[in-house]
């Protein structure tokens, strides 16, 4: 049996740690955010529904918004884990250490890009941002698969 020895690039270790943190506080203010408009929204319906039909309108609006607030939150959790669970997983077997960092950072910033987007309703931006994050994570892989390949 031998044995490897693998090495662990600080930047690597640095670029992980960044972005989770911002990826976690990213999702903490969402889900925050989400709740307080869910909440808005529940009460807002109860005083406005079946008034007016400028009162639907607006109750419309606002279920519209706590919708989309939720789709946010629900996207995150799709997307974030396993970005970040290779993020950290393939650290010691990046075949590149330089490629695993942009790739991390880049993850990190579609990530946050694609909230903003989806808040401003910025299409076709908002896809540009997913698919360069989603992108960014089989970035990852590859770069993973190849490492483990030549250790």
């Given at each position: 049996?031998?044995?490897?020895?693998?090495?662990?690039?600080?930047?690597?270790?640095?670029?992980?740690?960044?972005v989770?943190?911002?990826?976690?506080?990213?999702?903490?203010?969402?889900?925050?955010?989400s709740?307080?408009?869910?909440?808005?929204?529940?009460?807002?319906?109860?005083?406005?529904?079946?008034?007016?039909?400028?009162?639907?309108?607006?109750?419309?609006?606002?279920?519209?918004?706590?919708?989309?607030?939720?789709?946010?939150?629900?996207?995150?959790?799709?997307?974030?884990?396993?970005?970040?669970?290779?993020?950290?997983?393939?650290?010691?077997?990046?075949?590149?250490?330089?490629?695993?960092?942009?790739?991390?950072i880049?993850?990190?910033?579609?990530?946050?890009?694609?909230?903003?987007?989806?808040?401003?309703?910025?299409?076709?931006?908002?896809?540009?941002?997913?698919?360069?994050?989603?992108?960014?994570?089989?970035?990852?892989?590859?770069?993973?698969?190849?490492?483990?390949?030549?250790?």
């Open positions: 049996m031998s044995v490897v020895e693998l090495e662990l690039d600080g930047r690597c270790l640095t670029s992980a740690l960044i989770t943190i911002v990826l976690y506080l990213k999702f903490i203010f969402s889900t925050y955010v709740e307080k408009v869910n909440d808005i929204a529940k009460q807002k319906a109860a005083v406005y529904e079946g008034k007016s039909p400028e009162a639907d309108l607006l109750n419309q609006v606002y279920q519209e918004v706590a919708l989309r607030s939720t789709r946010i939150v629900a996207n995150d959790l799709e997307q974030i884990p396993l970005g970040l669970f290779f993020a950290w997983v393939s650290i010691p077997v990046a075949y590149s250490p330089l490629a695993h960092t942009v790739f991390v880049s993850f990190g910033s579609f990530r946050v890009l694609h909230t903003i987007f989806f808040i401003l309703k910025v299409q076709p931006y908002r896809t540009y941002a997913w698919t360069l994050g989603v992108l960014s994570v089989v970035g990852m892989i590859i770069n993973t698969f190849i490492g483990c390949a030549f250790i």
